[in-house]
Nanobody, 126 residues
């Protein structure tokens, strides 16, 4: 059983930056592909970024949603069991509850992830 705890959310003005962290425990972190998703009320959970597990094809290549490409950066530190999401040039439309997730396959689909954190709120004011 893997536990995930997100942190780093908050209120920021448009154009600002935030860095989200997701600390994992209870499993072998490097065995998991890690994804970031976000959700606003009334909408489906949306893919943001993923970092494949070690050894997978493309494990050194992060993947991003088009809406965040060039502004967000996902990274992971397997020694610290942590995945990060650096968010720059934030826009009001980035406002959402951000979740990290762990799964055995690199995927943009939220239903292919097994473990989820509780989420951290990001609010971007205009």
């Amino acid at each position: 059983q893997v536990q995930l705890v997100e942190s780093g959310g908050g209120l920021v003005q448009a154009g600002g930056s935030l860095r989200l962290s997701c600390a994992a425990s209870g499993g072998t972190f490097s065995d998991y592909s890690m994804g970031w998703f976000r959700q606003v009320p009334g909408k489906e959970r949306e893919f943001v970024a993923l970092s494949s597990r070690s050894g997978d094809w493309g494990s050194n290549i992060p993947y991003y949603a088009n809406s965040v490409k060039g502004r967000f950066t996902i990274s992971r530190d397997n020694a610290k069991n942590t995945v990060y999401l650096q968010m720059d040039s934030l826009k009001p439309e980035d406002t959402a509850l951000y979740y990290c997730a762990a799964g055995h396959q690199p995927s943009r689909r939220y239903n292919e992830y097994t473990y989820w954190g509780q989420g951290t709120q990001v609010t971007v004011s205009s």
